[in-house]
């Protein structure tokens, strides 16, 4: 009887029918799409920056205020966010990519680093919410501790 179970547990296997075949490649369909409108927005994003840096440093010796020369941390910051943007663009392109080849060519491999990409992107993505979470708690906590500290004086 043991014997029977164990061999029936052995021989399930999860199976990609039509329907999820065709689902899966409607959803590589869209994540190309939406990467390759997440890599135009990176690239917008470090052409900013650097649109930002040339014109700052061109007008900066009229600057008399001493902005100009406080506002490169601005240009820091879209390198940033650019680099930060980049990661689950990358991860969806890749799912996508290798989830189309995968499905075209009928590879087992290409499907399983396809979802490998999928998984990675969202790991990135609760990692990054995660993290800004965090950062939103203690702005908040600092926030109310000056603004106490504030009414006090």
Do not use: C
């Not at 052995?10 to 409108?37: H, M, P, S």
């Not at 840096?53 to 390198?79: P, Q, T």
């Not at 800004?132 to 106490?148: E, M, N, P, R």
């Amino acid at each position: 009887m043991e014997q029977t179970e164990e061999l029936t547990k052995e021989k399930k296997q999860l199976i990609f029918n039509d329907e999820i075949k065709r689902d899966v490649a409607e959803t590589a369909k869209w994540g190309t799409f939406l990467a390759i409108l997440g890599y135009i927005g990176v690239g917008l994003i470090l052409l900013g920056s650097v649109i930002m840096m040339a014109v700052w440093s061109a007008i900066s010796a009229m600057d008399h205020s001493g902005f100009l020369g406080r506002s490169k941390y601005l240009v820091i910051i879209y390198f940033i966010f650019a680099i930060i943007y980049f990661f689950p663009v990358h991860f969806l392109y890749k799912f996508s990519s290798k989830a189309k080849d995968g499905l075209r060519f009928n590879d087992q491999k290409q499907m399983t680093a396809s979802f490998k990409n999928l998984k990675s992107l969202y790991q990135y993505t609760g990692i990054l919410a995660i993290v800004i979470l965090a950062l939103y708690t203690v702005i908040i906590v600092f926030g109310v501790v000056f603004s106490s500290m504030a009414h006090q004086w």
